[in-house]
């Protein structure tokens, strides 16, 4: 393929679009403000690509359905089976629930640096997690499983906040994350459950 004219002709393009850019009408200072858009959304798009191709920052890829409706009849997300559980190859997952105005269990305790996948659905509507002091955020869409695999660096105190506003109680909705060190955690006493995350 012979890539000069093509060169060329894109060039000539580019040209042509611009002459015709500088034809229109436009006011200099609405003209400065298009171009100053422009290069934001070009600085916004750059960014994500970097992200995408260079730090493997990407949207979920996987979409889990769940019936939000009947939960209590779900084995993995049912009230015995919420909280932290340990899989028999020792991979620590944490299935919670999200309701108004809370996430279930309100309390939970794991380990630092330690691989951990998060599971979380929602009962009613749409929420979101965050927890301060970490890059951990994510939607809770209503009829998914949103699952984020992180590690806390360190010991201490986390609070997961709701982030969607989700009616009048939404800023009571929290719960508190306990990090121990690794050497201090001990496992809870249960019996694995079978999930999308545990058949990996
Ligand atoms: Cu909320």
Same mark, same amino acid.
């Given at each position: 393929m012979q890539l000069e004219p093509l060169k060329q002709k894109c060039m000539q393009h580019l040209r042509e679009f611009y002459a015709q850019w500088r034809a229109i009408p436009i006011?200099? !200072?609405e003209q400065k403000w298009i171009t100053i858009s422009l290069i934001v959304i070009g600085l916004f798009v750059g960014i994500?690509? #970097?992200d995408a191709l260079f730090h493997s920052v990407n949207p979920p890829g996987k979409i889990e359905t769940v019936d939000s409706a009947s939960l209590h009849l779900n084995e993995e997300f049912a009230e015995e089976n919420l909280g932290v559980q340990v899989d028999a190859k020792g991979d620590i997952t944490i299935r919670m629930v999200a309701g108004r105005y809370s996430f279930f269990p309100k309390h939970i305790t794991v380990p630092a640096e330690t691989? !951990?996948?998060f599971r979380w659905v929602s009962m009613d509507v749409l929420h979101g997690v965050h927890i301060?002091?970490?890059n951990m955020s994510t939607m809770i869409v209503p009829?998914? #499983?949103a699952e984020i695999t992180t590690t806390f660096p360190k010991p201490g105190?986390?609070?997961? !906040?709701c982030n969607e506003y989700c009616g009048l109680g939404h800023n009571h909705m929290w719960s508190n994350i306990s990090v121990l060190a690794r050497e201090d955690w001990v496992a809870p006493a249960r019996l694995p459950v079978e999930g999308a995350a545990n058949d990996k």
């Open positions: 006011d200099k !200072l994500i690509t #970097v691989r !951990l996948t301060p002091m970490t009829g998914y #499983v105190e986390y609070p997961m !906040l």
